[in-house]
């Protein structure tokens, strides 16, 4: 009996998705299947580029569908497709061609929060998905440093074209003025800025935006929220006891503007001495992982403290581009392929539409 679509769909319905619980044809990511004598084709379209069970998924794909009778090879192609949510709320004007907006937050100051985000974008972008990272910061815009960027952006049919660096599209309030000048606005043209960075600046395509938002609660943070859809919120924190109380603050504030926080990171964690490679907790006053897990919020990871980390930013070469093989920098995308995992488990729980 000539092989059917049926017996190979039957055969991929038993592949369940590990982070989504659902199996891989009822979630859509089976696309072009076709046959020839015993010859299976088919492309596996994944959530995300930075699927950390990418290799898992297509070795249980090959198991499932070899163990099918009649089939002697399977030409596997796998690609990735962000997906879109659908936003509940009808007064947020979605961005156009902008699958996912991720805001980076965190209680308190000084820590690290733009370097994380600096990093976190790269490191999404190097596994080919189209990335997008704002500085929400208008006081404090660091962000252009960083990014080793200090060019103003072009301007094309009336709307400002974000700058390239590191593979990522970028933005900030800091490229548009002299270097220290001061920007000194009150909370409404704070709200006129963050609306003109998110619809008048051509984004183009992009599978995630991070918005690097200003420490605490406040102006910022409120007008990302009233002027697009956020799908969902990182924190990042210290472990030291004052960062991680504000850090619950901010997750606070995000429940109430009904935004889900992703998960925590927990930057300047440890520090591993070069010399003995003894591991030592210097800021360790509180367990942000215990406290975080209790609230029922995943733990992203802990990033390690390191002098290179902050040269990086200071040079404009952030480390995950700069010294990919080092410790920090496979931290970092580690914890980037697991944002990407929360991020398309958040999706598909909001009924996310398949893009192209």
């Not at 950390?52 to 099918?68: F, K, N």
């Not at 997750?251 to 992703?262: G, H």
Request: glycine share 10%; hydrophobic share 45%; aromatic share 4%.
């Amino acid at each position: 009996m000539p092989l059917r679509s049926d017996d190979i769909l039957g055969a991929l319905r038993r592949v369940e998705d590990p982070d989504l619980h659902r199996d891989l044809v009822t979630l859509g990511m089976i696309e072009g299947l076709e046959i020839e004598g015993g010859v299976v084709s088919f492309t596996l379209v994944l959530t995300t580029s930075a699927c950390p069970l990418r290799e898992q998924l297509e070795a249980d794909v090959r198991r499932a569908v070899m163990s099918v009778a009649g089939v002697r090879e399977l030409k596997l192609n796998t690609i990735s497709r962000v997906r879109k949510p659908r936003d509940p709320a009808a007064d947020r004007k979605a961005l156009a061609g902008v699958a996912q907006v991720v805001a980076v937050g965190s209680g308190k100051g000084g820590v690290g929060k733009s370097t994380v985000a600096a990093n976190l974008a790269v490191a999404l972008a190097r596994t080919g998905a189209r990335v997008g990272l704002l500085d929400g910061d208008i006081y404090g815009p660091n962000l252009p440093r960083m990014m080793g960027v200090q060019r103003q952006p072009s301007t094309r049919e009336g709307k400002i074209l974000p700058v390239e660096a590191w593979g990522v599209r970028f933005m900030s309030i800091g490229l548009l003025v002299d270097q220290g000048e001061a920007v000194v606005w009150r909370g409404p043209m704070l709200h006129s800025a963050i609306k003109t960075f998110l619809h008048d600046v051509d984004w183009g395509t992009l599978d995630y935006l991070l918005v690097d938002l200003p420490p605490g609660t406040g102006d910022v943070q409120l007008s990302l929220i009233q002027q697009t859809y956020v799908a969902g919120a990182v924190i990042v924190t210290t472990p030291s006891t004052v960062a991680i109380e504000d850090a619950v603050k901010a997750v606070s504030m995000f429940a109430k503007l009904e935004v889900p926080v992703l998960g925590v990171i927990e930057n300047m964690s440890y520090f591993t001495c070069a010399s003995c490679g003894t591991r030592h907790e210097i800021f360790n006053t509180a367990s942000a992982e215990e406290r975080f897990l209790a609230m029922g919020l995943p733990y992203l990871g802990a990033i390690p403290i390191h002098p290179a980390v902050r040269a990086g930013g200071d040079q404009g070469r952030p480390i995950v581009a700069a010294e990919p093989e080092s410790e920090y920098a496979r931290t970092l995308v580690r914890i980037a392929g697991h944002l990407a995992q929360r991020i398309s488990i958040q999706a598909i729980g909001t009924g996310a539409e398949v893009r192209a």
